[in-house]
């Protein structure tokens, strides 16, 4: 079975910085496109950043130019640098697949941005 593991959220001001991680305990890692979903209370799960195995990025573009994806496949670890960050950022951030999405969703962590 498919797990995941995120870290690295907490509070943080207007404006300030922090870097999630998640690492996933699947075989063949590499050979799968991995995303960073966050879902805000009251509204539905959306994608943020996905990366290939390869390292092609992709990002929703109410986060484009504050957020970084990156991964490491000897890791199994996906991580989120994100910057410059904003009230509306508050959510519980998750990782998955991005075309392959697996059932056994991880706890995620939560990302609160408050003055």
């Known amino acids: 079975q498919v797990q995941f593991v995120e870290s690295g959220g907490g509070l943080v001001q207007p404006g300030g910085s922090l870097r999630l991680s998640c690492v996933v305990t699947?075989?063949?890692?590499?050979?799968?496109?991995m995303a960073w979903y966050r879902q805000a209370p009251g509204k539905e799960r959306e994608l943020v950043a996905g990366?290939?195995?390869?390292?092609?990025?992709g990002y929703a573009d109410s986060v484009r130019d504050r957020f970084t994806i990156s991964r490491d496949n000897a890791k199994n670890t996906i991580y989120l640098q994100m910057d410059n960050l904003r009230p509306e950022d508050t959510a519980v951030y998750y990782c998955?697949?991005?075309?392959?999405?697996?059932?056994?969703w991880g706890q995620g962590t939560q990302v609160t941005v408050s003055s």
């Open positions: 998955n697949g991005r075309f392959t999405i697996w059932p056994s």
């Open positions: 699947v075989s063949q890692f590499s050979d799968y496109t």
């Open positions: 990366i290939t195995g390869h390292g092609s990025i």
